[in-house]
């Protein structure tokens, strides 16, 4: 492993998108979504994302400096067009929407059209749950989950996240793929030559995979969350359609299969733009029972005070692991840690394109 200080891979990560030519705002929008992601421990949406992106710029169908715009409104919905810009924009610019919408009428639904990859969904939730609000955040994205009993994947792994304010500074925040697991997880073991655990992939025929590389040939295929038919896959199945219908069929945008092809890092050569669909969701909670935060808080504290099975993994709430590694990180040297391989690459596409590279601390 390699340990770069986060305000290096911050600076890193800024540099990266102002070479591809995104003004100083959208770059550090961009740096601050994928580099607090690694500080959260979502390593597979961090810095992992930033050649990603950089490509989708240069294809000229994901523009470095797009406008979304509103395209019919009322007091309490919206519907935008995200003009292919960033993801991280789009997103920003609906749910700081939905947020304005939630305190004057009590909730803001927007949904979004034309948009890209926006990173962990819960950066978005939080910026509700960061008002007070309840926060959701939803996206459609490329066909990678296979649906029970099929062998070819249809929808994507359509993410869930909510987030709610406890007291102070307590919270509870889920993000969760609607899949077992997101296609960036499948491609870091890939690139650290490790097999995938059981239950997380099918192989063309439809059959479960522990290989990484059988599991992305082609397009990844993905098991909904819950795996096969007698663990209950059909219920990630069905939420990840429920996610669909919230961005992709109420905002026009691409859904289902008529989405763009998933292409891997060594082969981004899209020939149109991608067309996410994206929901956001904010709710004041005051509108209804009073004393919402000390009541979530009083479970929260229950839930954390169970017995566990093992006195050395205590009971976590949902966001309680991002939090521990944030304080960690930001507790210790300032340090996250990545994958030489990442680290490798990174240097060498910096070298190429003229940026200046991180400056790891150390390495093991």
């Not at 100083?24 to 979504?33: F, G, H, Q, R, T």
């Not at 992106?53 to 994901?62: A, N, P």
Request: net charge negative; aromatic share 6%; charged share 25%.
């Amino acid at each position: 492993m390699v340990w770069v200080k986060e305000s290096e891979s911050r600076r890193f990560a800024r540099d990266c998108m102002t070479s591809v030519g995104c003004e100083e705002k959208v770059a550090e929008m961009v740096s601050n979504l994928l580099i607090t992601a690694d500080v959260k421990g979502h390593k597979s949406h961090g810095l992992n994302r930033v050649l990603i992106y950089m490509k989708e710029v240069q294809s000229g169908f994901t523009k470095a400096n797009g406008q979304p715009k509103i395209l019919q409104e009322t007091v309490s919905t919206a519907w935008v067009d995200g003009d292919s810009s960033l993801g991280v924009v789009v997103g920003e610019f609906a749910m700081n929407l939905a947020i304005k919408k939630a305190k004057a009428t009590g909730i803001g639904w927007v949904s979004a059209k034309r948009s890209n990859h926006f990173g962990v969904a819960s950066h978005y939730s939080e910026m509700a749950m960061k008002e007070r609000l309840l926060g959701m955040a939803f996206t459609n994205s490329h066909p990678l989950m296979v649906p029970t009993r099929a062998k070819e994947p249809t929808l994507g792994s359509n993410p869930i996240a909510c987030a709610a304010p406890g007291s102070g500074e307590d919270s509870f925040s889920l993000d969760m793929a609607t899949t077992c697991k997101a296609a960036g997880k499948i491609e870091l073991f890939r690139r650290q030559g490790k097999s995938i655990p059981e239950g997380w992939a099918v192989d063309s025929d439809g059959k479960s995979t522990t290989d990484p590389e059988e599991a992305v040939r082609g397009q990844p295929k993905l098991m909904p969350l819950g795996g096969v038919e007698d663990n209950s896959g059909y219920k990630g199945f069905g939420l990840g359609m429920m996610v669909d219908i919230f961005c992709g069929v109420l905002s026009g945008s691409g859904y289902g299969p008529f989405m763009a092809k998933w292409m891997p890092l060594t082969n981004i050569s899209y020939t149109d733009e991608k067309n996410f669909g994206q929901c956001f969701m904010a709710l004041d909670p005051s509108c209804f029972a009073p004393g919402f935060e000390d009541r979530l808080q009083a479970l929260l504290d229950h839930i954390r005070q169970m017995e566990s099975i093992d006195p050395d993994l205590p009971v976590k709430v949902p966001g309680d692991l991002e939090r521990e590694s944030t304080q960690r990180i930001r507790s210790g040297n300032g340090a996250i840690d990545y994958p030489e391989q990442l680290i490798t690459s990174m240097r060498e596409m910096a070298l190429k394109s003229g940026i200046t590279p991180m400056e790891p601390i150390k390495s093991s």
